[in-house]
T-cell receptor, first 113, second 112 residues
């Protein structure tokens, strides 16, 4: 079956620090990969996505590259801000009749001023 | 364009009761998926509805059931509530052809 593994958290960084959040996956077929962000008390927002190998998704300074050879989709940002404090979820989905998403456990990021 | 909306925002029930949660899909979307997010965990897929039919189901017992209406809105029903059903229930809508899902704000269910 499909599964997503995220690095253990929480992560605490100072403002302007470099961020890496690791994500690896196991899937049958050819999944699309996603990063979702959840701010306190809110639902999930799509941060970025990649639909095939070697694609790079990017948004709001965040980037992630779909690496089929290492089955990874690590999230990076060069300079984090306090407003980036949230929970980040890596997910995979397989397009088709049942396009359900499989999520990792999520990781909490706290950015200090 | 109206996004995904869910009601109610919060709900408190007691063990053994039944609950109905509601979701209105984003304009132009005909597929609705429901997820359960326990505290500190990632969302878990419950089921998906397309054209008023269940179109895939996760590892949840039959007391979790749903409906989709002709306007593509949806309900999640949970019978015989258990304490472990306490969670944030998320609804997501998508177009049939795409796999990008747009989430609502969720309904926080507490079972006492």
């Amino acid at each position: 079956g499909n599964s997503v593994t995220q690095m253990e958290g929480p992560v605490t960084l100072s403002e302007e620090a470099f961020l890496t959040i690791n994500c690896t996956y196991t899937a049958t077929g050819y999944p699309s990969l996603f990063w979702y962000v959840q701010y306190p008390g809110e639902g999930l927002q799509l941060l970025l996505k990649a639909t095939k190998a070697d694609d790079k998704g990017s948004n709001k300074g965040f980037e992630a590259t779909y690496r089929k050879e290492t089955t990874s989709f690590h999230l990076e940002k060069g300079s984090v801000q306090v407003s980036d404090s949230a929970v980040y979820f890596c997910a995979l989905g397989v397009t088709g009749a049942n396009s359900k998403l499989t999520f990792g456990k999520g990781i909490t990021l706290s950015v200090r001023p | 364009e109206t996004g995904v909306t869910q009601s109610p925002t919060h709900l408190i029930k007691t063990r053994g009761q039944q609950v109905t949660l509601r979701c209105s899909s984003q304009s132009g979307h005909n597929t609705v998926s429901w997820y359960q997010q326990a505290l500190g965990q990632g969302p878990q897929f419950i089921f998906q509805y397309y054209r008023e039919e269940e179109n895939g189901r996760g590892n949840f017992p039959p007391r979790f059931s749903g409906l989709q209406f002709p306007n593509y809105s949806s309900e999640l029903n949970v019978n015989a509530l258990e304490l472990d059903d306490s969670a944030l229930y998320l609804c997501a809508s998508s177009s049939r052809s795409g796999n990008e899902q747009f989430f609502g704000p969720g309904t926080r269910l507490t079972v006492l």
